[in-house]
C-alpha cells in the first residue's frame, strides 16, 4: 500500500491536521477522566451513562437514549465523546 501524504490523509479524514490534532488531545483527556476518576464516577453516578468529551463529564442519562439527546442539546457530536455504562457490579462497558 503506498504511504499517503499529510494532505491526501487529511481529506480522506475530511478534517485538517489541526483538527485532527485537537480531537485526539480531547479524545485523550476523556480517557484519562475514565481510568483515573473510576471510583469516583460510580460513586457520582451509578447505573448511569456518561458521555465524557475533553476531559469533563458533558451528560448522564439512565438510559443511553436520554444521553445521546442530552449530548446533542449540548451541540456535541456522540462520535466525539466516550461514552460508557457506570456499572456498579464491576463490568465495564464502552462504547
Given at each position: ?54 476531559g469533563n463529564v458533558r451528560a448522564t442519562g439512565k438510559s443511553f437514549t436520554a444521553l445521546i439527546s442530552r449530548l ?24
Amino acid at each position: 500500500m503506498p504511504k499517503l501524504s499529510k494532505k491526501t490523509l487529511a481529506s480522506h479524514l475530511q478534517a485538517t491536521p489541526k483538527q485532527i490534532d485537537r480531537e485526539l488531545r480531547a479524545y485523550s483527556r476523556a480517557a484519562r477522566v475514565l481510568s483515573s476518576n473510576h471510583s469516583r464516577l460510580v460513586d457520582t453516578h451509578p447505573k448511569q451513562w456518561v458521555g465524557i468529551y475533553d476531559g469533563n463529564v458533558r451528560a448522564t442519562g439512565k438510559s443511553f437514549t436520554a444521553l445521546i439527546s442530552r449530548l446533542k442539546k449540548q451541540g456535541l457530536s456522540p462520535s466525539d465523546a466516550i461514552i460508557r455504562y457506570i456499572d456498579v457490579s464491576g463490568r465495564k462497558l464502552t462504547l
